[in-house]
Every structure is written in structure tokens, then in C-alpha cells.
């Protein structure tokens, strides 16, 4: 799950790592209270007013701007709010803008030695540790530098059995040409930073740019956070910061009806109870020649109602041009899935625009071929795998 840059400095700061300070707002007014309440608590007389979407790159597409005085936050505040933001990472579309971050300025004016540093934190999956990835070169697109002076991008491996180590996140510092009191700051960043990662069960932190200021402190400006799924249940407060409006509608609507489904690309809808027996459906698709649209785990419990919501959340794919349901009748009976689907089939009426296979095996299999055969509605029915996969070839041809 991501979570807003607010959102994610709010983790950042919960593990004691320095954050640029702000305050989120919805309208223009909130902006100007925010912008004087940190006027108060820090000094600054001037903002970042930053649009709060999922995507980055704003600065790139004007959702990023600097106020110098109140009026110039409400102004800010006014246009970025509820703009269609276009940044290299949304589509042509964009996003729109709900609320902004009104953040202290932290580049001060007249200031000599900004400095702007990249340092993410994720997984390495092939070595099976976590890693720390840093830079010299921050505030820019780290692809960019990957492609033309990878030289200055470094990597750290952390074994998480260990931990970071102290000389880890000197070393840390010390590549990234820090000396004195930035130097330290330097190290007791990256030392929180990785203990946030760990303790907020996260996915992948982006801090891009981290600043060091002209008075040496060192300080997230930005925070791409992901929060690893499946550990959300550890994590309540995580969870409330989900924004659904940010979020894909069709992934949206399975969550809420407990559906496991990804969307893929191709045009054959997938409906399989296990998601064991989901994978081996969808390589038995690719095998006679097809595509599968998405992978779908309708779970133990397949009645009517929840064979209704998926069918739905499958055609909601225009890509889809057929669908082949692949039940195992283990715990649960063919013929209730059966039932399910007959029944869920008579309630969409003319929804249900493209051929569907039946696959129904285990548990009272025979009943339950026998109720798709007879229900006189278009679905084809199938006992055998490599039967079912074949005849949604055929019916694609
Ligand atoms: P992104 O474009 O989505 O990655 O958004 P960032 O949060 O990284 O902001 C983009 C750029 O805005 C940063 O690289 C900074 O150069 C600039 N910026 C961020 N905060 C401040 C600030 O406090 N003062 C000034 N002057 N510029 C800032
Ligand atoms: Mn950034």
C-alpha cells in the first residue's frame, strides 16, 4: 500500500527520523492556518505548498511551489488544490490534487550549501536482505543516474537478522562527503531511517531529496513510502491511512468483497478457488495459446454472492473476451459452486457479454456439471484441465 508523502513522514518522524515539518490542508483557508502555525513552531516566513497525489515527479509538473508570504500560500494553495496534476510518473491524464502539504521552507533564503542526497531503503530480493541505496546526486530521478554516472549511486546490504550496523551508517555518511556535525546527523538518519523500515513493516522508503541545510541538520524533504500488505494487520494506524481514491477501482472493490485479484494483461478472466490452483490455471491458459486478464482467488467460500462479485470485478476488464471458472470441490461442493455461478449468471442478465468454460472438479463434480449443462444458459462446461483450457482457445478463435 502507499501512503501520501505526509502521510509517510508521519511514519518517518513515529521512528524519530528528521523530516521537513508540514501541516496538510484541503482548502486555501486550512493552507494559511497551517502556514502560521509553523510560522510559530519554526520561524520560517516562507512554504512549500506540495500536492499531495501518489505519484512523483510533482515538482516536474508545478505541484511543488514555494510562498513567500500568506497570500502567496492561499494563491499556491488555490491553484495546486483540485488541479489535474500531469508529472512524468502519472498518465496524460494526471491526478487530481485533494489536499497539499504546507511545509516549512527549508532550503533558507540567501542559503549557501544546500545539499540534496538520495537514500531509499528495500528489499534485495536476490540476495534475500534488506539494502540501503544512496546518492550523491539527490533531487534528480534516480533512474537518470543509474543510466548516465551509476558510479555515484551506493549500495549497503543490511543481513536483517543483524541489523545495521554502527559502521554501516558511518560509512554511509562518509561516501556521501559529510564531515563534523553533518556527518553525525548523517549517520543517526540512516540508523533511524532503517529502524523505520523494520518497524513499520515496510515495502520500499524513497527519500528523495534528503537535505542536509546550510546549518548541517539532515532532513527528509520528501518520502515515498510503501507499506508491505501483508503486514497491515500489525498495523491499524497504517491501514486508516489508506486513500482509496488514489487507488485502482477494480483492486478497490475485490479488497472490499475479500477477493484476491491482480490484474494482468490479457484478454482470458480467470476465476479459481486457491490461489495455488490460480497459478497453475494461469499457466495452463498461456500453455494452449492464451492470455490470462488477471489472477483471482475466490477463496474457500464460493457462493452466489461472491461468484456475482467477482464475475463483476472481472468484466469490469473491457479486455476480457472470455472466462474460464476453475473450481477444485474440496471443502466446499461442486454443485453449490455450481448453483453459485448459475445463479449469479441469472442475476446479471445481459452483463455476462463473453463465453464462459466451467471447470468443476472434486466433490460432487457430476451434479454439478450436470446443473451448468441443463441450466440452459451459454456456459460450457468441462471436466478435465487441459479440456477446459482448450475449449477457451476455441472459443477466442
Ligand atoms: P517530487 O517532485 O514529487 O519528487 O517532490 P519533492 O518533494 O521531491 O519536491 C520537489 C523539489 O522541490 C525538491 O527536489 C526541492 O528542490 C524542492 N523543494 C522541496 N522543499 C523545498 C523547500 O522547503 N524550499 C525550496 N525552496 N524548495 C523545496
Ligand atoms: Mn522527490
Same mark, same amino acid.
Given at each position: 500500500?502507499?501512503?501520501?508523502?505526509?502521510?509517510?513522514?508521519?511514519?518517518? !518522524?513515529?521512528?524519530?527520523?528528521?523530516?521537513?515539518?508540514?501541516?496538510? !490542508?484541503?482548502?486555501?483557508?486550512?493552507?494559511?492556518?497551517?502556514?502560521?502555525?509553523?510560522?510559530?513552531?519554526?520561524?520560517?516566513?516562507?512554504?512549500?505548498?506540495?500536492?499531495?497525489?501518489?505519484?512523483?515527479?510533482?515538482?516536474?509538473?508545478?505541484?511543488?511551489?514555494?510562498?513567500?508570504?500568506?497570500?502567496?500560500?492561499?494563491?499556491?494553495?488555490?491553484?495546486?488544490?483540485?488541479?489535474?496534476?500531469?508529472?512524468?510518473?502519472?498518465?496524460?491524464?494526471?491526478?487530481?490534487?485533494?489536499?497539499?502539504?504546507?511545509?516549512?521552507?527549508?532550503?533558507?533564503?540567501?542559503?549557501?550549501?544546500?545539499?540534496?542526497?538520495?537514500?531509499?531503503?528495500?528489499?534485495?530480493?536476490?540476495?534475500?536482505?534488506?539494502?540501503?541505496?544512496?546518492?550523491?546526486?539527490?533531487?534528480?530521478?534516480?533512474?537518470?543516474?543509474?543510466?548516465?554516472?551509476?558510479?555515484?549511486?551506493?549500495?549497503?546490504?543490511?543481513?536483517?537478522?543483524?541489523?545495521?550496523?554502527?559502521?554501516?551508517?558511518?560509512?554511509?555518511?562518509?561516501?556521501?562527503?559529510?564531515?563534523?556535525?553533518?556527518?553525525?546527523?548523517?549517520?543517526?538518519?540512516?540508523?533511524?531511517?532503517?529502524?523505520?523500515?523494520?518497524?513499520?513493516?515496510?515495502?520500499?522508503?524513497?527519500?528523495?531529496?534528503?537535505?542536509?541545510?546550510?546549518?548541517?541538520?539532515?532532513?527528509?524533504?520528501?518520502?515515498?513510502?510503501?507499506?508491505?500488505?501483508?503486514?497491515?494487520?500489525?498495523?491499524?494506524?497504517?491501514?486508516?491511512?489508506?486513500?482509496?481514491?488514489?487507488?485502482?477501482?477494480?483492486?478497490?472493490?475485490?479488497?472490499?468483497?475479500?477477493?484476491?485479484?491482480?490484474?494482468?494483461?490479457?484478454?482470458?478472466?480467470?476465476?479459481?478457488?486457491?490461489?495455488?490452483?490460480?497459478?497453475?490455471?494461469?499457466?495452463?491458459?498461456?500453455?494452449?495459446?492464451?492470455?490470462?486478464?488477471?489472477?483471482?482467488?475466490?477463496?474457500?467460500?464460493?457462493?452466489?454472492?461472491?461468484?456475482? !462479485?467477482?464475475?463483476?470485478?472481472?468484466?469490469?476488464?473491457?479486455?476480457?473476451?472470455?472466462?474460464?471458472?476453475?473450481?477444485?470441490?474440496?471443502?466446499?461442493?461442486?454443485?453449490?459452486?455450481?448453483?453459485?455461478?448459475?445463479?449469479?449468471?441469472?442475476?446479471?442478465?445481459?452483463?455476462?457479454?463473453?463465453?464462459?468454460?466451467?471447470?468443476?472438479?472434486?466433490?460432487?463434480?457430476?451434479?454439478?456439471?450436470?446443473?451448468?449443462?441443463?441450466?440452459?444458459?451459454?456456459?460450457?462446461?468441462?471436466?478435465?484441465?487441459?479440456?477446459?483450457?482448450?475449449?477457451?482457445? !476455441?472459443?477466442?478463435?
Amino acid at each position: 500500500m502507499n501512503v501520501h508523502e505526509y502521510q509517510g513522514k508521519e511514519i518517518l !518522524a513515529q521512528f524519530g527520523v528528521g523530516i521537513q515539518r508540514g501541516v496538510v !490542508a484541503t482548502t486555501p483557508a486550512e493552507a494559511v492556518t497551517a502556514a502560521k502555525q509553523l510560522t510559530e513552531e519554526t520561524g520560517t516566513g516562507w512554504h512549500v505548498i506540495k500536492a499531495q497525489v501518489h505519484a512523483g515527479g510533482r515538482g516536474k509538473g508545478g505541484g511543488v511551489k514555494l510562498a513567500k508570504s500568506l497570500d502567496e500560500v492561499a494563491q499556491i494553495a488555490d491553484d495546486i488544490i483540485g488541479m489535474q496534476l500531469v508529472t512524468p510518473q502519472t498518465t496524460a491524464e494526471g491526478k487530481k490534487v485533494h489536499q497539499v502539504l504546507v511545509a516549512e521552507d527549508v532550503y533558507y533564503p540567501g542559503d549557501s550549501e544546500p545539499k540534496e542526497f538520495y537514500i531509499s531503503v528495500l528489499l534485495n530480493r536476490a540476495t534475500g536482505r534488506n539494502m540501503i541505496m544512496y546518492s550523491t546526486e539527490g533531487g534528480m530521478d534516480i533512474e537518470t543516474v543509474a543510466e548516465q554516472t551509476p558510479e555515484l549511486i551506493f549500495t549497503e546490504e543490511v543481513d536483517p537478522t543483524v541489523g545495521l550496523l554502527p559502521f554501516q551508517a558511518r560509512k554511509v555518511a562518509f561516501n556521501l562527503g559529510l564531515s563534523g556535525a553533518a556527518f553525525k546527523g548523517m549517520t543517526k538518519f540512516v540508523t533511524a531511517l532503517y529502524k523505520a523500515y523494520v518497524g513499520a513493516d515496510a515495502a520500499l522508503f524513497e527519500i528523495n531529496p534528503v537535505l542536509k541545510t546550510s546549518d548541517d541538520k539532515i532532513i527528509a524533504v520528501d518520502a515515498k513510502v510503501t507499506l508491505d500488505d501483508n503486514a497491515l494487520f500489525r498495523h491499524p494506524d497504517f491501514e486508516a491511512m489508506r486513500d482509496i481514491r488514489e487507488e485502482n477501482p477494480t483492486d478497490v472493490a475485490a479488497r472490499e468483497v475479500g477477493l484476491n485479484y491482480v490484474a494482468l494483461d490479457g484478454n482470458v478472466g480467470c476465476m479459481v478457488n486457491g490461489a495455488g490452483l490460480a497459478m497453475a490455471t494461469m499457466d495452463l491458459i498461456k500453455q494452449a495459446g492464451g492470455d490470462p486478464a488477471n489472477f483471482l482467488d475466490v477463496g474457500g467460500t464460493a457462493d452466489a454472492a461472491r461468484v456475482e !462479485a467477482a464475475f463483476r470485478i472481472i468484466l469490469q476488464d473491457p479486455k476480457v473476451k472470455a472466462i474460464l471458472i476453475n473450481i477444485f470441490g474440496g471443502i466446499v461442493r461442486c454443485d453449490r459452486v455450481a448453483q453459485g455461478i448459475v445463479d449469479a449468471y441469472k442475476n446479471m442478465g445481459d452483463a455476462i457479454k463473453v463465453p464462459i468454460i466451467v471447470r468443476l472438479q472434486g466433490t460432487n463434480s457430476d451434479i454439478a456439471k450436470k446443473l451448468i449443462d441443463d441450466s440452459g444458459l451459454e456456459v460450457q462446461s468441462a471436466v478435465l484441465f487441459q479440456e477446459a483450457a482448450d475449449k477457451v482457445q !476455441a472459443v477466442l478463435q
